[in-house]
């Protein structure tokens, strides 16, 4: 099982909990987005192979985790990116490897077209994560959720493909995740539609700035994946010049859970090859 160490630090007045691990060039892993994800639960069986070469923090994202719960109606995205980034500046981490699981793919995918970007990326790897450009009506079963057991299997249900991730005791803490106090809310509150305001897509913009993407991207899909289009990996691959793509055989949504030791080896052979531009 993999060694790192809890730690919690204060970014302005919010209490941030993050997994530490390992030395040499910075990696920063992000978790999904779905409700009960943390970095723990997300990173557990890949950090120990990731610190033999890197200097490892996975820290919970605003609103999951033991981190505090918070939610801006206005940029929900950019909260996350703007705690994320002063997260690192007080670390001292500036120019590091990025890699996403899902909405954390997506978190950084958004970063990386914001001007100024707020992240340092010198390479960038999103898991199953396509900020929701190439997403199926299945992602609207994973963000329904109320609190419960049965609820929760639903949702795991959807995240693997072999049945023994599915077991009681992964549901169970997942559901204990899910029901920190504010979690469920401050997930909640995405949901939240007014009838005075109705959101205006960018999705079109968005694909054009990622169309200009200049550092390294390596996209990992999925075989069994219900939340994305089936041939998403490769229409992203074309968005994205010079972009690498690696699709996990025997994995639903989770292949750093699922198929570990392949999904450790291709990331490091990407993170640490030369020359990928």
Not at 92 to 103: D, H, P, R
Not at 111 to 135: D, E, L, W
Not at 180 to 190: D, K, M, R, V
Request: include cysteine; charged fraction near 20%.
């Amino acid at each position: 099982m993999a060694v790192y160490q809890h730690r919690t630090i204060f970014v302005g007045d919010i209490r941030t909990h993050f997994l530490e691990a390992g030395s040499g060039p910075d990696l920063v892993l992000l978790h999904g987005g779905e409700y009960g994800a943390s970095a723990e639960i997300t990173w557990r069986y890949n950090i120990a192979t990731l610190a033999q070469h890197f200097h490892v923090v996975a820290p919970d994202i605003l609103g999951w985790g033991q981190t505090d719960k918070l939610y801006s109606f206005t940029d929900p995205a950019g909260l996350r990116i703007k705690h994320v980034q002063r997260f690192l500046e007080i670390l001292g981490i500036g120019e590091a490897l990025f890699v996403g699981n899902s909405a954390g793919g997506g978190l950084i995918l958004r970063a990386s077209v914001r001007s100024p970007m707020p992240f340092q990326i010198q390479k960038m790897v999103t898991i199953c994560g396509n900020a929701s450009v190439f997403k199926t009506n299945s992602q609207a079963d994973l963000e329904n959720y109320t609190p419960s057991l049965e609820n929760m299997a639903k949702i795991v249900a959807l995240l693997y493909h072999d049945a023994k991730w599915r077991s009681e005791i992964n549901v169970r803490e997942r559901y204990e995740s899910s029901i920190i106090p504010g979690a469920w809310e401050t997930l909640s509150a995405a949901r939240l539609r007014s009838p005075v305001h109705q959101a205006r897509s960018t999705t079109e913009e968005f694909v054009k700035q990622l169309a200009r993407l200049a550092m390294p991207l390596l996209i990992m899909s999925c075989e069994h994946d219900p939340l994305n289009q089936s041939d998403w990996d490769v229409n992203f691959q074309k968005i994205v010049p010079g972009a690498k793509v690696h699709r996990f055989k025997n994995s639903s949504h989770e292949p750093q859970i699922e198929e570990t030791e392949e999904f450790n080896r291709v990331l490091t052979e990407f993170l640490l090859s030369e020359g990928e531009r």
